[in-house]
């Protein structure tokens, strides 16, 4: 069965600083892998997925994941971050069931 | 927006006492999922339904049963709640390619 690792619980960074969240998940075959943004008390909402294709996958608000098999990772990036960033970032893996990692808590402070 | 809704939306119960969740969607989809989400350990899936009357159990199932006589609702119920049910309750659709999409969540004390 497929697990995801989130490597860090909370992340700080200042406004307009660089970030990457990161997650690792195992599995035998090829998954699909998705990361889900989550604000304080509402549901999680898709950020982005990586289901086949070119390895480097886009939001629409600027973060962007790059698949590497040979490492099974799935790290989320920003180049610049904004305060409304802040939230809790869940990486996730799919091969039928959905698997979700721990969860990493952005907080984006000025 | 997936057309996702749950009710009730906040619930403090006592232990001991039946809780039912209700989800609702709109959309007609056939798979239907029950999570929820503690500090510490994302979400488990509890339950989930693959179509009317037909369900299956998930991660941590131990405590909870589900129900599905309608494609649009998909209840879930603690017939007797514990103190280690309180938590955030979550229900999600499948829709089309793999990627699931949320309700707003259910936030149960049992206290």
């Known amino acids: 069965a497929q697990s995801v690792t989130q490597l860090d619980s909370q992340v700080p960074v200042f406004e307009e600083a660089p970030v990457e969240l990161r997650c690792n998940y195992s599995s035998s075959v090829s998954v699909y892998l998705f990361w889900y943004v989550q604000y304080p008390n509402q549901g999680l909402q898709l950020l982005l997925k990586?289901?086949?294709?070119?390895?480097l996958v886009k939001s629409i608000n600027g973060f962007e994941a790059e698949f590497n098999k040979s490492q099974t990772s799935f790290h989320l990036r920003k180049p610049s971050v904004h305060i409304s960033d802040t939230a809790e970032y869940f990486c996730?893996?799919?091969?039928?069931?959905?698997?979700f990692g721990a969860g990493t808590r952005l907080t984006v402070k000025p | 927006d997936a057309g996702i809704t749950q009710s009730p939306r906040h619930k403090v119960t006592e232990t001991g006492t039946p809780v039912t969740l209700r989800c609702h969607q709109t959309?007609?989809?056939?798979?239907m999922y029950w999570y929820r989400q503690d500090p510490g350990h994302g979400l488990r899936l509890i339950h989930y339904?693959?179509?009317?009357?037909?369900?299956d159990k998930g991660e941590v199932s131990d405590g909870y049963s589900v129900s599905r006589s309608k494609t649009e609702d998909f209840l879930l119920t603690l017939e007797s709640a514990t103190s280690s049910q309180t938590s955030v309750y979550f229900c999600a659709i499948t829709s089309g390619t793999y990627e699931q999409y949320f309700g707003p969540g259910t936030r149960l004390t049992v206290t």
């Open positions: 959309e007609n989809h056939r798979y």
């Open positions: 996730a893996v799919s091969l039928g069931d959905m698997r």
């Open positions: 990586y289901l086949s294709g070119s390895t």
């Open positions: 339904s693959y179509g009317v009357k037909d369900t």
